[in-house]
């Protein structure tokens, strides 16, 4: 067949996304934290944005009335400023499709057994600021430093013992070999075994070890064990004894049983990672994004709007845009600033008002949970939401996701509240999360000698109305983080 050029025209439809739809799908991602953030930026970079004055807004405050929700007064027309030139004439703010919610197809799988975080309050607590009361920690290597220089070593030792500083994980483990060390500095390997030593003595005990049982010993040193054997056992049967083997390795080392049970139980009050104390994770503070209240038995919701509830048009600058005194391209320009002011506070309204349904929407789903706990939280998914808010599904997961909701049972991810929904005998469905609960509930309620296996945990969900299947239950301990019965079992002395 021959190849020849041709002209065609056919039609395509396709999803063009303007400026001002970037912009209301980048706010709808952002939570009150970030949200202030690009706020201070917009009027950093906007003249035309300002912030009211605090005696400005309490008064208006003062006039609004108690509700939750109230209708915002109605935004300026950026089309009122006439433009000198065809290129500068605004288009119709109002006319443009609100489509962007349409950009993404499907989240539904990001949020089915997330697991997230849940924050507490009290009832009671005080307005202030409790960062300036948290000290920073003391890093590991910044520890060991300092005990460095109150050692007896100096000059060149001083260096080796800070390249072996260095070179720990976050455990406390050294990760570098002593002969690469030895190499680096330029000196004997026997010089770096007794800087090594010298750091080995310091605190945390067991830190600057190469291996588990090495660092299991530097600890019983420092304990002053002097009973030989259970270096033995640590040595040559770290392995078995991880696997309580108990009666292989007695039979072994030919000792009691009794002997190895004990201690196996001393090792086990030991730390495998020295250093990790010093690396626990910076307190992590959250500013609920939306503040669900209970009044005279109905909940309401408010938006956490920080300073962006102050934002306005600048009337300085608006009268200058209008009074005609303006070059063609001193007013080209301020009309573009003075558009994208509007289209930054009507996205903001929209964000507002977006946020707010869809939280609504949420928690009037889990009255039951609000009101009496995590047992009642109930199957729920983005589609469910998506079609009681009449919005697409990625809009849901847009608001969901990273943004927090301060309710009277405590603080929650919104994304909290989406799970999928185990059947009960009934034929009602539970949630996955509940039923994650009751697990947990279950095994901390067994007997330590008789741990129960993922099969009899299934078989008391059942006798509880909860269908479920052994590999759901082992699935569903693993994800709440909960060892097997085997491991679970305790060491007990016969």
């Known amino acids: 067949m021959a190849l020849s050029l041709d002209q065609v025209q056919k039609q395509v439809q396709r999803l063009v996304m303007t400026p001002q739809m970037q912009q209301s799908i980048k706010l709808l991602q952002l939570n009150s934290l970030e949200m202030e953030q690009l706020t201070e930026q917009q009027i950093r970079e906007n003249p035309f944005l300002e912030l009211a004055e605090e005696e400005e807004n309490s008064t208006m405050e003062t006039a609004l009335p108690d509700a939750p929700l109230t209708a915002s007064p109605p935004l300026p027309d950026p089309t009122n400023a006439p433009p000198e030139s065809a290129e500068a004439k605004p288009q119709d703010i109002e006319k443009q499709p609100e489509t962007f919610d349409k950009v993404d197809a499907d989240w539904e799988e990001l949020y089915d057994d997330a697991e997230n975080k849940v924050y ?155 250093g990790r104390q010093y690396n626990k994770e910076e307190a992590f503070y959250i500013t609920p994004d939306v503040i669900a209240k209970k009044i005279n038995g109905k909940y309401l919701y408010f938006l956490n709007e920080g300073r962006s509830s102050n934002l306005r048009i600048n009337s300085y600058y608006q009268q200058l845009l209008n009074n005609g005194r303006l070059t063609k391209e001193e007013k080209a320009f301020a009309l573009e600033k003075y558009r994208g002011a509007i289209w930054y506070l009507k996205n903001i309204e929209k964000r507002k008002l977006t946020i707010l349904r869809i939280t609504e929407a949420i928690l009037n789903s889990q009255q039951e949970f609000l009101e009496k706990g995590i047992k009642f939280l109930k199957p729920l998914t983005l589609r469910e939401i998506a079609e009681a808010v009449e919005m697409h599904e990625s809009t849901v997961a847009r608001v969901a996701n990273g943004k927090y909701v301060e309710t009277p049972r405590g603080t929650y991810e919104l994304k909290y509240f989406f ?75 016969a």
């Not at 067991?206 to 002053?224: K, P, S, V």
């Open 120 to 274: 507490f309050q009290k009832e009671a607590y005080e307005e202030e600021d409790f960062t300036e009361y948290t000290p920073k920690g003391t890093s590991l290597s910044e520890h060991l430093l300092r005990q460095l220089k109150l050692s007896a070593l100096s000059g060149k030792d001083i260096e080796i013992g800070e390249r072996i500083i260095g070179n720990l994980d976050e455990n406390g483990y050294l990760r570098a070999s002593l002969e690469e060390i030895a190499q680096n500095q330029g000196v004997p390997i026997e010089q770096a075994e007794d800087v090594l030593d010298v750091i080995q003595s310091f605190d945390p005990a067991g830190i600057a070890a190469r291996t588990l049982a090495e660092c299991l010993r530097l600890q019983l040193e420092d304990q002053n064990v002097r009973d030989s054997k259970i270096y033995i056992l640590i040595d040559d049967y770290l392995e078995d004894l991880q696997k309580k083997k108990f009666k292989e390795i007695a039979k072994s080392m030919g000792v009691p049983r009794e002997w190895v049970m004990n201690a196996f139980q001393r090792i086990s009050r030991l730390e495998p990672k020295p």
């Open 419 to 493: 799970s999928s929904g185990l059947e009960t005998q009934n034929g009602e469905s539970t949630s996955s999360k509940s039923v994650k609960e009751t697990i947990a509930r279950i095994i901390q309620g067994e007997s330590p000698n008789k741990p129960l296996s993922d099969q009899k945990i299934a078989r008391l969900l059942e006798n509880k109305g909860i269908k479920i299947a052994r590999r759901t239950v082992a699935k569903y301990r693993e994800q709440i983080r909960i060892l097997p019965a085997k491991l679970r079992k305790s060491a007990r002395i």
